[in-house]
């Protein structure tokens, strides 16, 4: 019974003319107070005696809400234009700088914290405007340990992010530099916010974090365009060792390539088993000249020309040179009666050998021909010695107009461009601009 009267009751208050009443009015003073009153009446036994409270809260909520609409909506309307500026605004704050030498990556950080900030500040300005300043200090609070939260999740991301901050801050290298970092040494092709991608002599795209790159060994092979090269040879203890480092150093000098300051030289590094270790020295502009290159070519001359000179370049493992010659004395002399009485074939151990013998005397390492061939050089006529001495004069100025031929014609340029060109040529290794 007591329902049929609630509905009674508010179907007679619907009962008026909209043209004459207010909405709001209505809704608050008679139709929200029945459905309160009708729920009271269904549901008496649900343990909710009295429902007067409930709805005083609920009409102050309303009429909050109602007071706060205007700013609401101006505070909306607020924050969606500083949304909506933020790009052009941050833009033309940073547009005076547009002409420094801050790199894409910089600007680009900037950029996106002014940004940051301009949205920030439309969002607190909304905030106010609807009387939320309380839910936007709890909300700034909150910020904080969100904020720690997401360093711990993504701290690997955040290092390789600063890292690149860093790097174009101080820039240790440039885009098409040749570097070395840590065992890998290739053309820096990318850098982006991430990773470096380099792409090294084999044409391999090599990826390496910005946090490694930052905390590891940076060694820029191109940041000073003269580079030295350096090589080992080994020359024999019976060699004139200063003969052989002056003609090391004529042949190397004698490139064009090869810079004249700072000089070459030739060194003795160390004594090996049999040969002095000399260290060549070169410089060359690595912007034109290979290092491999010249090594190569002036390791293939040097060789040629002691062994034209006679140097011994012996090899540790195999041969041995005895500076002062090897006496050698062989004991199987065979005398005609052992022969003829065909005997055990013994030979005597301490019988003279005669200059007849099959086997002769052989001392410093020279045959008997040799030795033969100096008497005879001996008793030669000055004239003879002359003419000697004119033809090696003259084979050695043919052999300095082969070497400059040689060395005018060898390919000894830098591979450092075609890397480039590769590099150039090859598909990018990842999304995203070049912040360098």
Do not use: C
């Amino acid at each position: 019974m007591g329902i049929i009267n609630s509905l009674t009751a508010f179907f007679n208050l619907v009962d008026f003319s909209l043209a004459k009443l207010d909405v709001t009015n209505f809704i608050l003073t008679n139709i929200l107070p029945t459905a309160l009153l009708a729920a009271d009446t269904l549901a008496p036994s649900s343990g909710v005696e009295n429902l007067s409270e409930a709805q005083s809260v609920l009409l102050d909520l309303w009429h909050g809400f109602l007071y706060r609409l205007p700013g609401l909506g101006v505070g909306l309307l607020i924050m969606a234009l500083f949304i909506i500026a933020a790009g052009p605004l941050s833009r033309l704050l940073l547009k005076p700088f547009s002409f420094s030498s801050l790199t894409p990556l910089i600007k680009s950080v900037a950029q996106r914290s002014i940004s940051l900030v301009i949205m920030l500040l439309g969002v607190y300005l909304f905030l106010f405007m609807a009387g939320l300043t309380g839910f936007a200090v709890a909300v700034i609070s909150g910020t904080g340990v969100v904020g720690l939260i997401l360093g711990f999740a993504f701290r690997d991301i955040a290092e390789n992010f600063i890292s690149s901050l860093l790097l174009t801050i101080q820039r240790p290298f440039r885009i098409g530099d040749i570097v070395e970092i840590n065992e890998f040494t290739g053309i820096i092709q990318k850098v982006t916010s991430r990773a470096t991608t380099m792409v090294d002599f084999d044409g391999n795209h090599i990826q390496i974090p910005n946090a490694t790159i930052y905390k590891g060994v940076i060694k820029n092979l191109t940041a000073n365009p003269l580079m030295r090269g350096h090589f080992v040879l080994g020359v024999g203890y019976d060699a004139d060792i200063r003969n052989a480092q002056n003609l090391a150093v004529e042949i190397i000098s004698s490139h064009a390539k090869v810079l004249k300051d700072p000089e070459p030289q030739v060194l003795i590094d160390n004594l090996g088993a049999s040969t002095y270790n000399l260290k060549v020295y070169f410089w060359v502009n690595v912007e034109d000249t290979s290092v491999l290159k010249m090594s190569s070519l002036l390791m293939r001359q040097i060789v040629g020309r002691f062994t034209e000179e006679n140097i011994s370049m012996p090899d540790d493992a195999r041969e041995r040179v005895f500076p002062n010659g090897l006496a050698i004395v062989s004991n199987q002399s065979v005398s005609k009666e052992d022969t003829a009485d065909d005997t055990s074939g013994f030979t005597s151990l301490n019988k003279p050998i005669s200059e007849s013998n099959n086997f002769p005397l052989a001392t410093n390492n020279k045959s008997a021909v040799e030795i033969a061939g100096e008497s005879e050089e001996s008793r030669a006529p000055a004239s003879a010695t002359q003419s000697d001495t004119a033809k090696a004069d003259t084979a050695r100025s043919s052999a300095n107009s082969a070497l400059e031929h040689e060395n005018n014609n060898e390919d000894v340029s830098s591979e450092a461009e075609d890397i480039r060109e590769q590099a150039k040529k090859a598909r990018d290794p990842e999304s995203g601009e070049n912040i360098l």
